[in-house]
Each structure stands twice: as C-alpha cells, then as structure tokens.
C-alpha cells in the first residue's frame, strides 16, 4: 500500500478498467492462489483480457480499478442481476445492482484495508440514486467475504446454486449500509 499504515474508504478513486492495458495486473491477482474463489487460477493472459473486454462491451456490466494514490489496488465489478449473474435464480426487485470485489494479495497486509475497500465500493455503489439495494453471491466456503459482507450492513438470504459454485445470496439496502457504515470506522 504505498507506505501508508492505513487506509479510508474515502482514500480510494475508481476508473473504468481498461481490457488491454490492465490485462497483465488483473492476470496476476485472479490467477493468485489466494483468489480461488474468483475462479481464474488457471486463466491465460489471454483468457483474461477477452473475459474483461466482453464485461467492457456489455452494457449490464462494468469493472472498475480501485486507485490509492493513482495506483490500482483492488477491482470492482457491477452488473444487473436481472440480466447477469442471478437470472432465475431469485426475484430481483427494482434497484437491485450486483457486485463483486477482488482485493489481490499482498506480502505487506494493512490492517482494515479491506474493509475499507468494501466500504468505497459500497458508497460507489450507492452513489447512483437508483441503487436500492446491493446483491451479492459468494461461494458458501468464502467465511472471509461474509464477515466483511457482514461489516457493510449485508444480510444473507439463503443459498442458491449458480453453475459454478453454491453461493450465499446475501442483500444490503441503502439504509443497512448507512446503518453499519455508521457503527464502522474506516
């Protein structure tokens, strides 16, 4: 993290991930060993960089790079689980916007830095007056992701089989998050 003993959510900026340029970083933190559940281990450069341009080109989705002082730090994904993700597997209501995060491995971990992460994700989420409510699906196995889920006013819903793995559907309105992010300092 760039010398800095900790992070904010508000430290973060967000731009949109470029498929080509940033192919190389994304191909390092999703094949990481520690980024099983993203479920790229064995992607090629290739592979990534054709996966992301097909997110760039979908207008239900969008991936962007979290900044710390301009450097990337963490990816963010957006999409509409009426079209991506979640269709037929439970009744989205208006406002409804999925997301996933990835935040890579590090030799020098800061403590609450990835609380912070989710923290800034959330707060772009909710940015967009539309959002009513924040959808997510993580891998059962995932206890990391559902504590910070947790933190971030997430609550679980119950399980659902998606293809690839049997996930935790869990929801956060605006005002859950308002409610935890209150009771959080990040």
Same mark, same amino acid.
């Given at each position: ?5 900790? =992070? ?114 959330? =707060? ?8 009513? !409510? ?5 891998? %059962? ?5 559902? =504590?910070?889920?947790?933190? %971030? ?20 309105? !605006?005002?859950?998050?308002?409610? =935890? ?6």
């Amino acid at each position: 993290m760039s010398g800095t003993d900790s =992070a904010h959510a508000s430290d973060f900026t967000f731009r949109p991930l470029d498929p080509l340029k940033d192919s190389e970083l994304l191909h390092r933190w999703v094949t990481h060993p520690k980024a099983a559940y993203w479920m790229m281990r064995d992607a090629r450069l290739e592979d990534v960089e054709r996966a992301y341009m097909e997110v760039a080109a979908d207008p239900h989705q969008e991936a962007l790079l979290g900044l710390l002082d301009g450097e990337p730090v963490f990816l963010m994904e957006r999409y509409d689980p009426v079209h991506r993700e979640l269709v037929g597997l439970y009744e989205p209501e208006p406002g409804d916007v999925g997301m996933h995060f990835l935040v890579p491995p590090t030799d020098t971990p800061v403590h609450g830095f990835t609380r912070a992460v989710i923290t800034a994700v959330m =707060a772009r989420l909710f940015e967009d007056p539309a959002t009513h !409510r924040v959808v997510v699906e993580p891998d %059962v196995s995932n206890k990391a992701v559902h =504590a910070l889920n947790e933190v %971030v006013g997430f609550v679980p819903h119950g399980e659902i089989d998606k293809p690839e793995k049997r996930a935790l559907l869990s929801f956060c309105t !605006r005002e859950q998050f308002h409610e =935890a992010a209150r009771g959080v300092v990040v």
